[in-house]
């Protein structure tokens, strides 16, 4: 008689405790590959990721020139900062990060995010709370951090401090659990690259001056944009109309281009036909501006689609971990 093939090694004991959670992540290669890697460089790979939070400041921040702003919320929230990097996001790796959520996201939104990931380099850290907590240290600071959607964020959540900028403009991202940031991790970074941001969490030394540093490299490397809705419709107008007047464009596109940009109003719904024209077309208008207006004109989400895995919650949490323990 055949035996059933097991199809990852058995899950990690702490990580989490969601029986969903462990079932994907169990065979998941980024996690896998991650965790197998942190086992080699510490003889406690699991209280490693209870004891640290993961907190990606995305090209959003750097545009917003926000990161300082995080890095002096994180102190508040007694959050120590014990490793950084400088990366850059691409195509796929906003597709594995997000990749229980993606499910829901209209196509319009994979675009979108695919091109804010692009617009500059990105700032990985990785923190400590400075005072004891009954929960993970990823589960304490991604409910501090706020959820995407502006409506049901709270006063004191990070997201609520660096303001509204819509729900696909959200600055941050912070893993959910443990597992979650074993995971993210394995998608972020490459080998080397890992074994460094983990090595020198394991130093435990603040880095707060080197992550201002890097933020201030990144200022440099990258102009501001204020993310404002009304002030890029108003710069994407300009630049439509530039490009009417001095590029050569097939009929059929100068038309819907002309048409779709005289049909606009101040509703952010109207400005969709003018995002769609500029996508199906290939036209070199995928900066910023075009950035924040698709993100306020298109559909972003199905919500008749159920979500694969459920967020942080310290409450979800300890429920869960005393139905394990039992």
């Not at 020198?200 to 880095?207: E, G, H, I, R, S």
């Not at 950035?291 to 559909?299: D, L, Q, R, T, Y």
């Amino acid at each position: 008689m055949s035996s059933i093939a097991a199809y990852g090694p058995p899950f990690p004991e702490g990580l989490t405790h969601d029986p969903d959670k462990q079932r994907y992540h169990g065979t998941d290669s980024y996690f896998l590959e991650a965790y197998e890697q942190l086992s080699t460089l510490t003889s406690d790979p699991v209280r490693f990721a209870h004891e640290h939070a993961m907190l990606l400041m995305k090209p959003d921040a750097v545009a917003s020139r926000s990161i300082e702003r995080v890095i002096e919320w994180l102190r508040e929230a007694t959050f120590r900062i014990v490793a950084v990097r400088r990366l850059r996001m691409r195509r796929e790796s906003v597709r594995a990060i997000w990749h229980y959520q993606l499910n829901r996201a209209t196509p319009q939104r994979c675009l979108l995010a695919d091109a804010l990931c692009e617009q500059s380099d990105s700032l990985v850290v990785l923190a400590r709370p400075a005072e004891p907590v009954d929960v993970p240290a990823t589960v304490a600071l991604s409910v501090n951090k706020g959820p995407a959607d502006p409506a049901r964020r709270r006063p004191g959540q990070l997201r609520a401090r660096l303001g509204d900028f819509g729900f696909l403009l959200n600055l941050v991202h912070a893993s959910d659990e443990p597992a979650d940031l074993v995971r993210e991790l394995g998608i972020l970074l490459e080998h080397r690259e890992r074994r460094a941001l983990i090595g020198q969490a394991l130093a435990n030394t603040d880095q707060h001056d080197q992550t201002t540093a890097i933020a201030r490299e990144l200022y440099a490397a990258h102009p501001p944009h204020d993310l404002d809705f009304v002030a890029s419709t108003r710069r994407l107008t300009r630049a439509v109309q530039d490009l009417l007047a001095t590029t050569a464009l097939p009929d059929e596109v100068r038309r819907a281009l002309g048409h779709s940009l005289a049909s606009t109003t101040s509703e952010p719904a109207s400005w969709a036909p003018l995002v769609n024209v500029i996508w199906s077309a290939d036209l070199p208008l995928n900066g910023w501006d075009f950035i924040v207006v698709g993100s306020h004109a298109v559909s972003l989400s199905r919500p008749r689609y159920g979500q694969l895995l459920a967020g942080a919650d310290p409450g979800r949490w300890r429920s869960l971990a005393t139905v394990a323990a039992s």
